[in-house]
């Protein structure tokens, strides 16, 4: 289920549980609105589920097997202490902020990605196009090219199932590798990039503060909140570091501490985090955490979206582009420059 979906059904399902309406009539009502998509699939489940006396949270794990561990923890947590409301609505504030997050990712690399497609298709064309008319003229004159002129028409004489197998391999090899690493190495490989490593970093840490405050405000016990936060987070580095964390925390570890210790954030947030556990206020102190995180990816975010595309233009048409016109007009440059001695 994707986080828009998610914020939606938790928006839906928190209203509900406001009214005086039975949630099973209610969450019927709900589906014959949504029609036939998959909400509205799920509602006409669940409604059908609740009214045959099955718990909410019984119900979500049932219809969805890719239901999140930590929404069925949170429905539960909601019932028990009679607050589904607000557990439902803090769910869909949270499902709102993972989506634009991932929203502010796909908007700072589609641009840089559309002018690469834009220059490679161009490249493409003077390489295919341009090249061997200029290859003709220069053989009717029968001039003596530079090397670097006569090592850039060569290009135009190597075979298209050349150039499709130099871009398949282009592709594929790094496919290949993607593969090979997995997730823990892929993700370790994304930390290394200037700039972009730190913006995944952060978002990944602020989606897993605001998740283990939402987890805690709703009852759930510490360890059990980082556990489940750490099963839902989408960087597999969070996620390993938080699991482990869990497990000292079960076995009667500071919070501060682990986060020092698997290095979940920095040393201001641990002792923000020590503050917040020892005064009684670690959820608030949490969300405190997950602003300033998220603050900081998205200032990351548009840092890239300002200078990334006009950076990757200027090298894609000066460097690459501008070069090979340049080298393709040196012979006449230096023709004309004998003919005017």
Same mark, same amino acid.
């Given at each position: 289920m994707s986080p828009d979906q998610l914020a939606a059904l938790g928006q839906? @399902?928190?209203a509900l549980s406001r009214t005086n309406l039975p949630l099973d009539r209610g969450l019927a009502a709900l589906a014959q609105e949504m029609g036939g998509d998959k909400i509205g699939r799920l509602c006409e489940n669940l409604a059908r589920d609740l009214g045959a006396g099955l718990p909410l949270d019984q119900a979500l794990a049932k219809h969805d097997?890719? /239901?999140?561990?930590?929404?069925v923890a949170l429905v539960k947590a909601g019932l028990a202490t009679g607050k589904l409301p607000q557990c439902l609505d803090r769910l869909a504030t949270h499902a709102r902020m993972v989506h634009s997050m991932r929203q502010t990712f796909w908007q700072t690399a589609f641009y840089p990605l559309v002018v690469v497609v834009f220059a490679l298709g161009l490249n493409a064309f003077l390489i295919g196009f341009v090249l061997p008319r200029f290859a003709e003229i220069y053989r009717g004159f029968g001039m003596q090219l530079p090397m670097i002129t006569a090592? @850039? @028409?060569g290009l135009a004489e190597v075979g298209w199932t050349s150039w499709l197998a130099l871009a398949l391999g282009m592709v594929g090899i790094p496919c290949l590798l993607w593969l090979v690493l997995g997730?823990?190495?892929r993700a370790k490989f994304a930390r290394k990039i200037p700039v972009v490593g730190g913006m995944f970093r952060e978002a990944s840490l602020g989606t897993w503060y605001d998740l283990v405050a939402m987890l805690l405000q709703s009852g759930t016990n510490l360890p059990q909140a980082v556990q489940l936060a750490s099963n839902a987070s989408d960087d597999p580095l969070?996620?390993?570091?938080g699991l482990? /964390?869990?497990a000292d925390?079960?076995?009667?570890g500071a919070f501060g501490d682990s986060l020092r210790k698997y290095r979940l954030g920095s040393a201001w947030g641990a002792w923000l985090a020590e503050v917040g556990q020892g005064n009684g206020v670690l959820p608030e102190n949490l969300m405190e955490l997950s602003a300033t995180c998220m603050a900081q990816a998205e200032n990351r975010g548009r840092w890239l979206s300002m200078v990334l595309p006009p950076l990757v233009l200027v090298i894609l048409s000066v460097v690459v582009v501008g070069g090979v016109i340049m080298v393709l007009f040196l012979p006449m440059f230096r023709l004309l420059e004998g003919l005017s001695g």
């Open positions: 839906e @399902l928190g097997p890719n /239901m999140p561990s930590y929404l090592s @850039l @028409l997730k823990v190495g969070v996620a390993q570091a482990q /964390m869990a925390l079960a076995d009667g």
